[in-house]
């Protein structure tokens, strides 16, 4: 039987914590190799350029300085972006698809227009 999962919203605060290291990690990762405008997309409130205005402004931070800052600073604007996204995730706080597979999915589900 398929574990229950859930929105972010819907779970506990560890869970939520663990979310969103986990999102952070793939961020960050998506900030510097592939970009993120599926994100854009998706963002009607300005939190992805909230979080790029902090990685912006951290950009000497090192790999661990970033994660744990972005975490702790920037981790309501995560939040709201993680209820938008609608991802669904197990109890525990892991995304019931990994990151880089939901990415791609959306991608290849994008309108792609002139």
């Known amino acids: 039987m398929a574990e229950k999962t859930v929105l972010f919203d819907a779970l506990s605060d560890p869970a939520k914590h663990t979310a969103l290291v986990g999102f952070a990690k793939f961020y960050i990762e998506k900030y510097y190799n592939e970009g993120l405008d599926l994100l854009a997309q998706i963002d009607v409130s300005g939190h992805v350029a ?65």
Do not use: C, Y
């Open 50 to 114: 909230d979080i790029n205005q902090w990685l912006i402004d951290n950009d000497s931070f090192l790999k661990e300085e970033k994660l744990d800052g972005l975490v702790a600073d920037r981790g309501d604007n995560m939040a709201a972006l993680l209820v938008a996204l609608k991802a669904p995730f197990t109890a525990n706080g892991q995304p019931e698809t990994p990151w880089n597979t939901w990415f791609k999915d959306e991608i290849g589900q994008a309108q792609h227009g002139r």
